[in-house]
C-alpha cells in the first residue's frame, strides 16, 4: 500500500486534493487493506502557512467524498475543546482568567481539563457511536497547541478509532528516521512529539 514514489507533499494544492480524493474514494483505503496489523491512522502534514487553504480543502474533501457515497466524520479539536469547557461550565471563567494568569499556569489548567485520555478521547467515541462514518478526519490541531499534542490524542484513539481510517491535518511535518524513529513536527520546528504507528498519507496508494 505504501509506494517511495515523489513527494506529493510538495506538489500545489489542486495535486495533493486529487491524490487524497482518490485515495479515500478507494475501497482498499476504507477497507485497511495493506497495513498489516497496524492501526489505519494517517498523518495528511502540510505547511502551517497553508492552513485556511488546507481548512477549505478538508472541507471540499469531506463534501466530495460524501457526494461518492463516503461517510466522513470530521471532528475539529479546537471546536471540540470549547464544547468541553462549555459543557464543564468553566469556559467563560478561563476567558475571564486569560488576562490574569500566566501563560504556564493556563496551559497547566487547560491541559487537566483537556486530558485526551480521560476527557477528549471519550467525547471523541461519543461522536463517532452518534453516527456511522466510513472515514475520520481530525482537524484543528494547530489551533489547540500546546493544550493538546497530537500524539497524545492518537496515542489515546489506537483502542478505539481502530475499525475505520483516522486521519490527522497536521500542520507540520512527519518525519522518519533512523535515528530517531517517526516524529510529528509541529509548525515544522517542534521536534518532541514521537509517535511511529501512523502513515504518511501522501506516501500511501491506494
Not at 478507494?26 to 502551517?48: A, H, M, T, W, Y
Not at 460524501?66 to 462549555?86: C, F, K, M, P, T
Request: proline share 6%; net charge negative; with cysteine.
Amino acid at each position: 500500500m505504501t509506494r517511495p514514489a515523489k513527494e506529493i507533499s510538495t506538489r500545489p494544492l489542486p495535486d495533493r486534493f486529487d491524490h487524497l480524493l482518490r485515495l479515500m474514494s478507494s475501497p482498499r483505503f476504507r477497507q485497511k487493506q495493506g497495513l498489516g496489523n497496524e492501526v489505519p491512522f494517517f498523518i495528511c502534514p502540510f505547511d502551517p502557512q497553508e492552513t485556511l487553504e488546507m481548512q477549505r480543502t478538508a472541507v471540499q474533501l469531506a463534501s466530495r467524498l460524501r457526494q461518492d457515497g463516503v461517510r466522513v466524520l470530521e471532528i475539529n479539536l479546537y471546536d471540540l475543546a470549547i464544547e468541553l469547557l462549555q459543557q464543564r461550565g468553566i469556559w467563560q471563567r478561563i476567558l475571564e482568567m486569560e488576562e490574569s494568569v500566566s501563560k504556564d499556569e493556563l496551559k497547566e489548567l487547560l491541559q487537566g481539563v483537556l486530558d485526551p485520555e480521560h476527557h477528549l478521547a471519550p467525547a471523541i467515541a461519543a461522536q463517532m457511536a452518534r453516527q456511522p462514518f466510513d472515514i475520520l478526519f481530525i482537524t484543528g490541531v494547530g489551533e489547540v497547541f500546546p493544550y493538546i499534542r497530537s500524539h497524545n490524542v492518537l496515542n489515546n484513539l489506537q483502542s478505539i478509532a481502530k475499525d475505520q481510517p483516522t486521519v490527522l491535518f497536521f500542520p507540520g511535518q512527519y518525519t522518519h528516521s533512523l535515528e530517531s524513529g517517526a516524529s510529528l513536527d509541529l509548525f515544522g520546528r517542534l521536534h518532541d512529539d514521537k509517535y511511529y504507528r501512523a502513515f504518511n498519507i501522501y506516501h500511501v496508494e491506494g
